[in-house]
């Protein structure tokens, strides 16, 4: 065991943490990330990994890990498993945080040249390891907060990193953003892709992770056939609720709250949402609560959205939308939304 996260080698020592329930796989684990190598069967063959609850309210690859371990299978490659935010996942309930407040997002840590942190410095350690693990490939298992077909974000758009997004869903969001993700600092090794689950806590999404992590187990890499993802989308904006602004989903305007967003917004994910859609209101006269940015983060909210004297916010140009969040909290932690384009 080192300081900073749990280090297992094999079955042996693993094993015993693995009985019980998903929850009490967290309790052992004891508020620490953990980092897995089951060695190979074969010398020579690259090895994989598989990541999950980076973000601690995202169960669905995390469940499909820990049974996938409680097997004990060998593949002819080493499989490399890292836990993330056990803290988040085990604090207050069960995976009901994204992360901690006294804690940075743990998919935003990684590559940071000169850590200042704790969680960064856990970060940097892991990475170090798997710079010399000879990974040939990696993916990093998360949930949505609203609602959103399967998909992969692809951090690169090179062929070997498509092929790997298509393995694992129809639909490919490619990200432009540098944002010290995971899924980013790994493709410096290998084609690194992050598979977007669906909402967290539902048993169908877990299956359909343990279906993704099975695909990838099993697929020769080197000669995955050339079935291209059916839609790919390219993140081009970022849209947040300016800082100072107390808002909420649905309800009324109060004393307290300067902006209600309409609910079920989500539903357009994927979809359109049309020039002349009204997504909110704020109390008449207000200046615009919302802010758009490009992925030079350069302000570009005049082009999407304006507010009219009654304080209706209104998108003025079509766009797809895309991880539109139904929560306060995974507004502020990440974002509203991002707008796409097709690619
Ligand atoms: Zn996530």
Request: proline share 5%.
């Given at each position: 065991m080192t300081e900073l996260y749990h280090r297992f080698e094999g079955y042996d020592l693993l094993k015993p943490l693995l009985d019980g329930s998903h929850e009490d796989v967290l309790v052992a684990l004891a508020g620490k990330p953990a980092l897995i190598r089951i060695p190979g069967t074969e010398r020579g063959p690259g090895a994989r990994l598989i990541a999950c609850l980076l973000h601690g309210n995202e169960d669905s690859g995390y469940r499909a890990a820990v049974d996938l371990l409680r097997a004990g299978a060998h593949w002819p490659f080493d499989l490399w498993v890292l836990v993330g935010n056990v803290r988040a996942a085990s604090?207050?309930?069960?995976?009901?945080?994204?992360?901690?407040?006294?804690?940075?997002?743990?998919?935003?840590v990684w590559g940071a040249i000169r850590p200042t942190t704790r969680m960064r410095r856990c970060a940097g350690a892991i990475?170090?390891?798997?710079?010399?693990?000879?990974?040939?490939?990696?993916?990093?298992?998360?949930?949505?907060?609203?609602?959103n077909p399967f998909y992969t974000i692809a951090p690169v758009n090179d062929a070997e990193t498509i092929r790997l997004a298509s393995l694992c869903c129809d639909t490919?969001?490619?990200?432009?953003?540098?944002?010290?993700?995971?899924?980013e600092a790994l493709s410096a090794y290998c084609p690194a892709v992050a598979v977007e689950c669906g909402l967290?806590?539902?048993?169908?999404h877990a299956a359909f992770a343990a279906r993704v992590i099975d695909r990838f187990l099993s697929?020769?890499?080197?000669?995955?056939?050339?079935h291209a993802p059916s839609r790919v989308l390219e993140i081009r904006y970022r849209v947040s609720v300016r800082r100072e602004v107390p808002f909420a989903f649905g309800g009324a305007l109060t004393d307290d709250v300067d902006l209600v967003l309409r609910p079920e917004l989500d539903?357009?994910?994927?979809?359109?949402l049309l020039a002349g859609t009204v997504i909110g209101r704020a109390s008449p006269g207000a200046a615009m609560p919302l802010v758009a940015t490009?992925?030079?983060?350069?302000?570009?909210?005049?082009r999407f959205f304006r507010i009219t004297g009654s304080g209706d916010i209104v998108v003025t140009e079509d766009v797809i939308p895309v991880m539109f969040t139904t929560t306060v909290e995974q507004t502020r932690r990440d974002c509203l939304f991002y707008v796409t384009r097709p690619s």
């Amino acid at each position: 065991m080192t300081e900073l996260y749990h280090r297992f080698e094999g079955y042996d020592l693993l094993k015993p943490l693995l009985d019980g329930s998903h929850e009490d796989v967290l309790v052992a684990l004891a508020g620490k990330p953990a980092l897995i190598r089951i060695p190979g069967t074969e010398r020579g063959p690259g090895a994989r990994l598989i990541a999950c609850l980076l973000h601690g309210n995202e169960d669905s690859g995390y469940r499909a890990a820990v049974d996938l371990l409680r097997a004990g299978a060998h593949w002819p490659f080493d499989l490399w498993v890292l836990v993330g935010n056990v803290r988040a996942a085990s604090s207050e309930g069960w995976f009901a945080h994204r992360y901690l407040d006294d804690q940075e997002d743990f998919n935003r840590v990684w590559g940071a040249i000169r850590p200042t942190t704790r969680m960064r410095r856990c970060a940097g350690a892991i990475l170090d390891e798997l710079a010399s693990a000879n990974l040939h490939a990696a993916v990093d298992l998360h949930n949505n907060t609203g609602q959103n077909p399967f998909y992969t974000i692809a951090p690169v758009n090179d062929a070997e990193t498509i092929r790997l997004a298509s393995l694992c869903c129809d639909t490919l969001l490619l990200w432009g953003q540098r944002a010290l993700t995971l899924m980013e600092a790994l493709s410096a090794y290998c084609p690194a892709v992050a598979v977007e689950c669906g909402l967290p806590g539902r048993l169908e999404h877990a299956a359909f992770a343990a279906r993704v992590i099975d695909r990838f187990l099993s697929a020769d890499l080197g000669n995955i056939d050339g079935h291209a993802p059916s839609r790919v989308l390219e993140i081009r904006y970022r849209v947040s609720v300016r800082r100072e602004v107390p808002f909420a989903f649905g309800g009324a305007l109060t004393d307290d709250v300067d902006l209600v967003l309409r609910p079920e917004l989500d539903a357009h994910n994927f979809g359109m949402l049309l020039a002349g859609t009204v997504i909110g209101r704020a109390s008449p006269g207000a200046a615009m609560p919302l802010v758009a940015t490009d992925m030079q983060r350069r302000d570009t909210t005049e082009r999407f959205f304006r507010i009219t004297g009654s304080g209706d916010i209104v998108v003025t140009e079509d766009v797809i939308p895309v991880m539109f969040t139904t929560t306060v909290e995974q507004t502020r932690r990440d974002c509203l939304f991002y707008v796409t384009r097709p690619s």
